[in-house]
C-alpha cells in the first residue's frame, strides 16, 4: 500500500491514528480477503458518511480489494494479534 497516498487519505478525513488488521497483515490472504482497517477520527461524532467514505478512499488505493473500516474499540482480541502499525 502506497503509505504517503494512506497518509493523505487519513489527513483528508480528519483520522489520527489508522490501524491495519486481518488477513493483508498476518499473511493469511486469500482470493476474497478484504482490507481491514481501524480508524480513529479526530471528531467524536463520526458519521456512517464519514466511514463510507474514509472506507471508499481507503479501497480505491487498493483496486480488487474490498476495506472494512471500523473504529478501533469494535477491534476483537484476535484482530489486536494482526495489527501493523505504520512507521511514520
Do not use: K, W, Y
Request: with cysteine; hydrophobic share 45%; aromatic share 2%.
Amino acid at each position: 500500500m502506497d503509505m504517503v497516498r494512506l497518509a493523505e487519505v487519513a489527513a483528508r478525513h480528519r483520522v489520527t491514528l489508522l490501524l491495519q488488521h486481518g488477513s493483508t497483515v498476518s499473511g493469511r490472504v486469500h482470493a476474497h480477503s478484504d482490507l481491514d482497517i481501524a480508524a480513529l477520527f479526530e471528531a467524536s461524532d463520526v458519521s456512517l458518511a464519514d466511514v463510507a467514505g474514509l472506507s471508499a478512499d481507503v479501497q480505491g488505493l487498493n483496486p480488487g480489494r474490498s476495506a472494512v473500516c471500523r473504529s478501533p474499540s469494535r477491534l476483537s482480541p484476535f484482530s489486536l494479534r494482526t495489527l501493523c502499525v505504520p512507521s511514520s
